[in-house]
């Protein structure tokens, strides 16, 4: 091993929204942490970038979605705190579609399930409130009034900023070369060093195919 290798417990590849906030909540728990970005904090090149980022209780996916969602802002308000930034605004949310869509009905279940305060809405009912809309009449919606948006590139310099105050190291235009697992974790090298540590998390997005060769195929950027 190089005399210049540095030791983490944890390397987090990759410090957008997802990596950020990986990196502050292994910081604050007493992880050694070294968080590795390619290019700048924030940048445009990957899934948290621009204004805004809809974020609601009421998931239209699957219900079992909610309980982590009621986690989520929990802990948007914790960060807000730390960091003395608003960044979950509250605005209230509309899933709308025909009425036997999977965007209208997985909504209302996941509302009716865990008792999330919600209004059903016809197509006739949205356009009169939001004059933004003109939906069709054969629209319903799921309106709830605790979902709204986040601002991604504030949150992930809120989270680095904490991270670094936890003790996390966030290198930023440090492009991640190779990786390799060692008897006791992990090598990655870079182009300007290389790192050990016991464990590594990749959150690089659509780049991640890049480096883990096996998702190529599997996990494609939509």
Do not use: K
Not at 1 to 7: A, D, E, L, P
Not at 27 to 41: H, Y
Not at 140 to 161: C, H, K, M, S, W
């Amino acid at each position: 091993m190089s005399s210049q290798t540095r030791q983490f417990d944890t390397i987090v590849i990759g410090v957008g929204g997802m990596g950020s906030a990986t990196c502050y909540q292994l910081a604050r728990r007493g992880q050694r942490v070294l968080g590795l970005e390619r290019f700048a904090i924030p940048h445009e090149h990957g899934s948290s970038h621009g204004y805004t980022r809809i974020i609601r209780l009421a998931y239209y996916e699957h219900p079992s979605y909610v309980p982590l969602l009621r986690r989520a802002y929990d802990l948007w308000r914790e960060i807000e705190r730390q960091a003395g930034e608003r960044l979950l605004h509250i605005t209230g949310s509309l899933d709308a579609g025909p009425e036997a869509s999977w965007v209208f009905q997985g909504a209302l279940l996941s509302a009716r399930e865990h008792d999330l305060p919600h209004e059903v809405l016809t197509g006739a009912d949205i356009n009169a409130r939001f004059p933004g809309y003109q939906l069709p009449a054969d629209t319903y919606g799921l309106y709830q009034p605790d979902g709204g948006f986040l601002t991604p590139e504030r949150a992930t310099i809120a989270f680095v900023n904490a991270a670094q105050a936890s003790g996390a190291a966030i290198h930023a235009g440090e492009r991640v070369l190779d990786w390799t697992a060692t008897a006791g974790g992990v090598r990655v090298t870079t182009d300007q060093g290389v790192y050990e540590a016991e464990s590594l998390v990749f959150t690089a997005g659509a780049w991640n195919a890049t480096l883990l060769p096996f998702l190529r195929g599997l996990a494609a950027p939509e």
